[in-house]
């Protein structure tokens, strides 16, 4: 099994920063893509930015371009998601997602995992 725990949240000013970290442990062969998405109250989940193997990186909300940044320290399993100017807007429960491939009995197989989710709170 593969378990994410982020960490990093925390009560902000408007135009602060803060850095979410996403670290992967488990039986992982290998992290094929990372996401961050986030849950606003009252709101459906969102995605935010994707990094993949490569080190490709996605931004799929255009408001937190040039804003947010998402990184990965392979040697680590973490991903990173720096964000600043950070807006009330941003204030949601941010969550990871990853795509990992584990080892089974016969070959490997590719799931997806969710960490526990990580709160963000922007004060205006």
């Known amino acids: 099994q593969v378990q994410l725990v982020e960490s990093g949240g925390g009560l902000v000013q408007y135009g602060g920063s803060l850095r979410l970290s996403c670290a992967a442990s488990?039986?992982?062969?290998?992290?094929?893509?990372v996401s961050w998405y986030r849950q606003a109250p009252g709101k459906q989940r969102e995605l935010v930015a994707t990094?993949?193997?490569?080190?490709?990186?996605?931004y799929a909300d255009s408001s937190v371009e040039g804003r947010f940044t998402i990184s990965g320290d392979k040697s680590k399993n973490t991903v990173y998601l720096q964000m600043n100017s950070l807006k009330p807007e941003d204030t949601a429960v941010y969550y990871c997602?990853?795509?990992?491939?584990?080892?089974?009995?016969?070959?490997?197989?590719?799931?997806?995992?969710w960490g526990q989710g990580t709160q963000v709170t922007v004060s205006s």
């Open positions: 488990g039986s992982i062969v290998k992290i094929n893509r």
């Open positions: 990094i993949t193997s490569s080190n490709t990186t996605n």
């Open positions: 997602n990853a795509f990992v491939t584990i080892a089974r009995f016969f070959g490997q197989s590719e799931y997806s995992y």
